[in-house]
């Protein structure tokens, strides 16, 4: 539905998908997603047969309300935590009808910073002014200027792969770590606060510059680690780090306690280990389309572990079993 909105609102649909577009605007199931205001409002441009011409930032927010729909799809098993996910639901629908409503026209020269924040439990992509294109995982917040001008930069907290497209003018990823520069290339930037910050390179290369100044060149297949300010690079299986973004989390001789950290990203909950001897135990495994239930039975059978459920704290517990 993303993809037929873009065209819906560039005026490049066919007839037979306007006609779906057209359906799936009145369609009282997806209330909730439009809003009562908004629905209003498109329901009057289809019937003025005008459509309306959103700016990149109402693309971008459609865009990431979906991924979060579709999202919740795979999490619809996990009802003790729907509460978030609906509250994040209806701050990112208030943010379409502002941007839709409110915002007003801009002079040609000023140039508008983007935020795009993606919640527990959901990832997206977007497409940059220069045409590379960002995959942002959850719990992450993405910046970036409507327009590129002597340098390419952008800001990261959390989590994103990077496809850029090679130019003259160099691309800069900004983060609390430090920035990796380049010119064009493939890699995924984890700089998550409180948990050490990874730069993993597909192809390509990239130069990290951390707080103290410290360079690090990086080629394909090499990663650099910042842990306590400690620097560390080597050679990685690239896709371990970067296979989130086709909707997998790999894990090859994990300690428990990093899987945890990207469950509690990947399925929007909260788990503590009660035992400090299970942080360092190693699971191996791959997750794709499984509830959290699955994951936590494969954990199980795997590792040794027993959890429970407090319903007052809403706090997963995980402990040896």
């Not at 619809?76 to 208030?94: D, E, F, K, N, S």
């Not at 001789?253 to 399925?267: F, G, K, S, T």
Request: a negative charge; proline letters at 3%; one cysteine or more.
């Amino acid at each position: 539905m993303y993809r037929l909105l873009e065209k819906y609102f560039s005026g490049k649909c066919t007839g037979e998908e306007y006609q779906e577009v057209v359906s799936w605007i009145k369609d009282p199931a997806n209330d909730l997603f439009l809003g009562g205001a908004l629905k209003e409002k498109w329901k009057e441009s289809l019937e003025k047969d005008n459509k309306i011409q959103p700016d990149e930032q109402l693309l971008d927010s459609i865009h990431h309300r979906i991924a979060l729909k579709e999202q919740s799809k795979r999490l619809r098993h996990i009802r003790i935590y729907r509460q978030l996910l609906v509250a994040a639901a209806v701050l990112i629908i208030g943010l379409v009808i502002h941007i839709l409503f409110f915002s007003g026209p801009s002079s040609p020269r000023d140039i508008i910073t983007h935020n795009v924040t993606v919640p527990y439990g959901g990832k997206t992509n977007i497409s940059l002014p220069d045409g590379s294109v960002v995959w942002i995982n959850s719990g992450s917040t993405f910046s970036y200027p409507t327009e590129f001008k002597d340098e390419r930069v952008v800001e990261i907290n959390g989590e994103a792969f990077f496809d850029v497209v090679s130019m003259a003018e160099p691309f800069i990823v900004k983060s609390s770590f430090g920035e990796v520069k380049v010119l064009g290339t493939e890699f995924n930037m984890k700089a998550y606060e409180n948990e050490p910050f990874e730069t993993t390179l597909v192809k390509g290369a990239v130069l990290f510059t951390g707080k103290n100044g410290k360079e690090i060149k990086l080629k394909p297949g090499m990663q650099v680690v910042v842990a306590g300010g400690i620097f560390e690079s080597g050679s990685v299986d690239t896709e371990l780090f970067t296979s989130w973004k086709e909707g997998k989390l790999i894990f090859k001789d994990e300690p428990l306690q990093n899987v945890i950290a990207r469950l509690e990203r990947w399925y929007n909950v909260d788990i503590e280990l009660k035992d400090d001897q299970i942080k360092n135990l190693k699971f191996n495994g791959t997750i794709e389309m499984e509830t959290f239930s699955e994951v936590l039975e494969l954990i199980k059978v795997t590792t040794s572990i027993k959890y429970s459920f407090d319903r007052e704290t809403r706090v997963l517990t995980i402990a040896s079993d």
